[in-house]
């Protein structure tokens, strides 16, 4: 799936969900070391722990973040996958 950011210094993130486990999460744009570690830390980890762990994440007073709008991506691919 493919996600548009809003509010973040991402752009986009790109990711794959097998099941309900998530792969090859891929930000575009943003502080590319917070990125890949948030994309290596959910690799093969559950849709909805990922979810859980990183919705509200605010970075900088902003109300939202790279790990928050990935928690929204996730939440949108359940709702569009049923």
């Given at each position: 799936m493919d996600?548009?950011?809003q509010g973040t210094c991402s752009r986009e993130i790109h990711f794959e969900v097998d099941g309900n486990t998530i792969h090859n999460v891929r930000f575009t744009g943003g502080c590319m070391g917070n990125t890949q570690g948030v994309a290596r830390l959910i690799e093969g980890m559950d849709i909805n722990d990922a979810i859980s762990r990183m919705e509200g994440i605010d970075c900088g007073g902003k109300g939202t973040s790279c790990p928050d709008q990935l928690a929204k991506?996730?939440?949108k691919y359940l709702k569009e996958s049923v």
């Open positions: 996600y548009k950011t991506a996730l939440k």
